[in-house]
């Protein structure tokens, strides 16, 4: 009997590790491998034979990793190269010494493009025998075809409780203030969105709509003529018409040739200050609480979660 293996990549979220509970949970129900390895550290730890033996995890363990956020198993950032077939065929070695027929790979867009990738190779040298599947998780949101990905739930549900509190907290005073929380979402603004939900957001800016600093200005200066106060939702991924994001003067970038955000917040305060349209202005970044928070997990994200992996 052939062997499966499971594994996590990219960043974690509240409910990734439902998705390997569920993997684990329905090899016991249903024996159609012999073990089920957990590879550490995603691709990264699978080329150096990083594994974990899943095959036996009892009930308790399997109700407790479902509920644990982030990475159980840890993840990568590593970047499989379609050029660089010796990445490529030191993984068919592995998943040939290991027995390995089916591999089961958890994360977001390049993870899922990691999964193309290995495929790709498999049928173009003839490989037969090995399997990939990609399991979607993104707290952004941003998978295409799917009409939601697991950990964007848990993730909103932060985000709007977040943006409720906090709204509680500027809204005590009489002076005029400004608020600003920035969310993650590079190129998708659902997270941003979640702080709708709330009902007591004024103003949103999002990666999908080309930032008007002008217009923006006039639309802050109404809100601030009319109750002295403005609350603000901005994604970290807001951009100009030009696709320069707002926090471009910060902007590096990761292995995949992402550019690695987070500043627009601040960005968006320095042109407020300097319009002179808010003399008080707080910013307020969730950068990694809003992703893996176990106290704000949504039931049906871990349920999805958890299926996915069935």
Request: aromatic share 10%; net charge negative; proline share 2%.
């Amino acid at each position: 009997m052939a062997n499966a293996l499971v594994a996590q990549s990219g960043g974690p979220s509240s409910v990734i590790n439902a998705t390997i509970a569920g993997v684990v949970k329905a090899n016991q129900l249903n024996p159609v491998y012999g073990k089920v390895y957990g590879g550490l550290h995603g691709i990264e730890g699978i080329l150096q034979e990083m594994f974990y033996d899943l095959t036996d995890m009892s009930e308790e363990e399997n109700l407790i990793l479902r509920q644990t956020p982030a990475a159980a198993l840890g993840s990568c950032r590593y970047k499989l190269l379609r050029e660089n077939e010796a990445d490529f065929k030191r993984l068919f070695e592995v998943m040939e010494k290991y027995d390995i027929e089916v591999m089961f790979y958890t994360g977001g867009n390049d993870s899922m493009d990691t999964v193309a990738a290995l495929s790709e190779y498999a049928a173009k040298h003839n490989i037969e025998g090995r399997r990939f599947v990609g399991c979607p998780k993104t707290v952004d949101n941003d998978l295409m075809v799917i009409d939601h990905s697991p950990g964007y739930a848990s993730a909103a549900k932060f985000i709007a409780n977040t943006a409720y509190q906090t709204w509680q907290d500027y809204n005590v005073y009489t002076r005029q203030e400004v608020f600003i929380l920035e969310t993650m979402g590079r190129d998708a603004g659902w997270l941003a969105a979640a702080g709708a939900l709330t009902g007591v957001v004024d103003l949103m800016v999002f990666p999908e709509v080309p930032f008007d600093k002008e217009v923006f200005l006039a639309e802050l200066k109404k809100h601030i003529d009319e109750k002295n106060k403005c609350y603000i939702v901005i994604s970290e991924g807001a951009r100009y018409e030009d696709g320069t994001y707002l926090s471009a003067a910060e902007s590096k970038h990761d292995t995949f040739g992402h550019a690695i955000l987070g500043g627009s917040g601040e960005a968006l305060k320095s042109i407020i200050m300097n319009s002179g349209t808010a003399e008080r202005v707080k910013v307020q970044d969730l950068s990694t609480a809003q992703r893996s928070h176990a106290s704000e997990q949504s039931l049906v994200d871990v349920s999805e979660s958890f299926k996915l992996g069935m």
